[in-house]
């Protein structure tokens, strides 16, 4: 298991319905990705479509941060196995409410799952909705995990910073001056055009002669 520590200021971004944003250590939901704790990105483009991905919204809003990572731990899941993210995003999120998912994912995580306590940050894959369409056939066993990484790649997922513990709160702060508001009926629709585009290719990808089904979600236990 790799770990960053580095001594370099990053530039994040916030996607949110809202204009004030108070990020605080303890709070968020904890079925989220990575679980509680508070995310960002570094891609601006990907902030403005998550800030308006609610549908009713008139508005948006992107917040700038900046996040000292001298003397942080940084769990970053792109050095580690597809497996591992996976188990990550199992122990907070249900990608079916099946029995049979039920006691594999328990198996599945045991396994698979990295223990993140004790990292400041989290870093990797953001699961949007299209991920949740390859999530259901994997653990429904019609997806080879030999081309998953690829097939998830096809969701432009977009990489994702959470924020975990007290210090890493003391290492952020935010560019109030650089704040931005976002149009909905314009990035609204870039996220549900990512969303469709995403779905079809990997329908295509997964109706392919090269899934061969042979090594699945229930033979990895």
Not at 20 to 29: D, L, Q, T
Not at 123 to 142: H, L, M, Q, T
């Amino acid at each position: 298991m790799k770990s960053e520590n580095t001594s370099s200021i990053v530039t994040l971004f916030h996607g949110s319905q809202n204009e004030i944003v108070s990020p605080s250590f303890g709070f968020g939901n904890d079925k989220r990705d990575f679980g509680k704790g508070f995310y960002l990105t570094a891609d601006s483009e990907l902030a403005k479509e998550w800030a308006v991905c609610r549908p009713g919204d008139r508005f948006g809003w992107v917040h700038k941060y900046y996040l000292q990572t001298s003397g942080l731990k940084i769990m970053d899941f792109g050095n580690e196995s597809i497996l591992s993210w996976l188990a990550e995003l199992m122990t907070h999120r249900n990608a079916a409410d099946s029995k049979r998912y039920q006691m594999l994912s328990k198996k599945f995580i045991d396994k698979y799952a990295i223990q993140t306590d004790g990292f400041d940050v989290v870093k990797g894959w953001r699961a949007n909705a299209s991920y949740f369409y390859i999530a259901k056939a994997f653990v429904r066993d019609e997806v080879d995990v030999d081309f998953l990484e690829e097939l998830l790649s096809l969701g432009e997922l977009g990489i994702q910073f959470c924020l975990k513990s007290e210090k890493a709160f003391q290492h952020l702060s935010e560019d109030m001056e650089n704040m931005e508001k976002v149009d909905f009926l314009q990035y609204n629709d870039k996220y549900n055009q990512r969303d469709i585009s995403a779905r079809e290719r990997m329908r295509v990808l997964i109706d392919s002669d090269r899934n061969k089904v042979t090594n699945v979600f229930s033979t990895l236990i």
